[in-house]
């Protein structure tokens, strides 16, 4: 891989981060990562850092089984599971993102699925899993912080593009950086929506099947895709390193 | 058209972008439209942009029908349709706000009618109506993207000044920028009210039909219309190209 | 009355603008008042303006009875009636606010008290009572703008703090502008606090009229009193003219 | 105690003021205490001044009974028996913070116990206690101002990080200043949490008791601790003086 392709992937790992930090997706815990674009069995992820502050120098390569290629001393997330084994499982997505967004922890501790209920969550397919570290695991950490831990979780997010941890937060994946940062954005939002909704009462009218397909396929559509980031990337106020 | 006239127009579509993104009414989609005052068949709209972003350069002539006069590559919204098709029924009115404030939602998929619950509120008119893509459509990408969907719209819209959209958003319509985009702002803050006011059960008193009348009448007149808009430009830190 | 003092009047009525859109306690409509310590029988208020817009130019003179001394063309606000009436009844009140806060006005038309569930809100005293216009004047464009409203609004506050306007918003008096100015900010918190609480079903434990009475008294002394004000002028950013 | 010891300590409890007021937990009222590392029978707290405000030269050190050692002048917080009455109670602790954050006044009016929903709030323990001035002090001006009275607070927090106070806010204690600073940023967010999931209903999965513990070990890890700390640093932007 050219030392410029690798730099411009990294610098994608860390517009991700601010973007998601920006747009109040990601706080302090929580992170991005990416595939490498020219050795699918290794992605870019950055040293154990707030996503707000992480900076290029920040950006490490790991294997999929979450070894880094040149640590360096640095520090590394212990969720590093996360990534690697979606990554191993679908060959298709190439960046996931995991957070705490506070308004999707209540789909994992009450008895409600979350669905789109606006056009603009059809990205997050019909219906949002959620995975727990209970059964299989017993009383952790709560961290998602080894391989079987890392499989179970990406078994349970299936061949959909999210997935909710209960008590712990969302996982999102997307084909693309932009698929990933438009997903994580609208599953946050979309769980707002609902919980406000409930003011009125239960919700009579989700999103149909053929919506849900045929909407989610508008919005990854060049046009919508590109008015997103380009919205997104202003916001961030990143301007390269 | 002179050339000084027409800038000032499109000036004032880039200014009512900013305005309406800066109050948080509209996000990364969403648009807004001002009818050509020398052609009464032709409307200004920006090229596919997020509001926050949009530029002079960015503005774009339209016939009713929503074809570009002037195209010069540039990518275009693809619900035109929902602009057309109001200043084709309604010759009165000569702007036009469409957004996906999250507020308004759930009363687009509750069984809750949408009213103003306050003074400000009045300008809404005494009850929003809902349009609904299913019963006429069926499953679609959920966008108001062809002129019969667009006639559809203008038609549930009657003769008020909004109109929401089950799981989308909602349209705002007024006879001048400055009625707009009150209007706009006030719809997504009554709706917030409402949902707000749940909290302490269902709302006994909403404004009476006189009240909505005289009130909303007193809101347009000028020293109130003054006085918001006055406030909107200067928040929204536009300080013309 | 010498120059120099009408000037820090003046002042002090733009800052009280300033701090209370700060705050978020008034937005585009609302206004301050401030009574001339000089001739009790008149106060200055703001031109038509909003209050995060106010500047020293805008605050006029206004006999109680609403007429300006010196208007030079100056637009008024038409509920100067709000100011004038309840100077006319409380001549130990020198300050007024009216404001639109959406959290108070709930209150205004569920059935539902607003009492302080919380310290700092014993400033409001122990039940703030609801004005409505229907009963005695019917539909009208819900502004408080003639005199026999104004006494009427006046008559319905008592000798307490504040009031709420039924579909509308609150006034709140005080002896003094930091008085005034707390009492303000902590209606609005107090009101949003009780609507959150209603998450958890109806709060069990309001304060009792005697830590009503002690809390407040305390809020109002010295010590209390200067830490809030010098917090609200640094946040205001307003820096003399 | 050298000055540059007692000077860097002090730069430390205008940090965590200047932290806590970025992060929404403090307000106008509410102070951070740190005991001094030299000597256990004292601690530094700022002189009566708003958290957001406060600066090296406003930081007092007292005795644990609330003496200042050399006042110079400077008003004192009223609710220094809440810091000593800790410091005395609690050899292993180092640092408390009092704030009235909105979100979890719900749970002291309320019927409902405050526990953690989510992972990151491990670090306020299984469940916090609920302190009610009433009982044993009947009405008073609500505030924490006599050694009995912290006596009785220091009491109900027993061996835990977190108190509540009926009708008034909360009290954090850590070993560390971070520890403190973390625990009262997630006592604040697991609240609004609980409050949003209401939504839903009553949550069905709150943390095991296990799962509290081992996850609470992980957060006050150097791993943890440290990303959380220099993402609030920087955030505060806090520069030194």
Redesign the interface.
Known sequence: MSTSMAELVKRDVVLANRILARENVI???GHVSLRNPENPHRYFLAR???P??VTLDDVMEFTLEGEPIDQRGR?MY?ERAIHGCIFMARPEINAVSHF?A??V????????PLKP????A?VIGERVPVW?S?PEF??????VNTLPMGHSLAKAMGSGLAVLI????AVVAGESIRNMVMSSVYLK?NA??V??????????????P??V???G??LRSQ??S???W???V??SGFRGM
Do not use: I, N, W
Not at 105 to 112: A, I, K, Q, Y
Not at 138 to 143: A, I, P, Q, V, Y
Not at 166 to 169: F, K, L, P, Q, S
Not at 203 to 208: A, D
């Open positions: 706080d302090d815990f154990s850092r707030s707000e502050l520090p212990s705490h506070r308004s922890l209540p789909f994992t501790v009450c008895d409600e209920l606006f056009h603009m059809s727990d209970q017993g009383d952790t950490d709560m961290l209960r008590g712990h937060g939002e707002e929506l919980l406000q909704a409930r003011a009125l009462g239960k919700p009579l009218y989700y999103l149909t053929g919506e397909e045929k909407t396929a508008m046009l919508a590109d008015r997103a380009d919205y997104y202003a916001r």
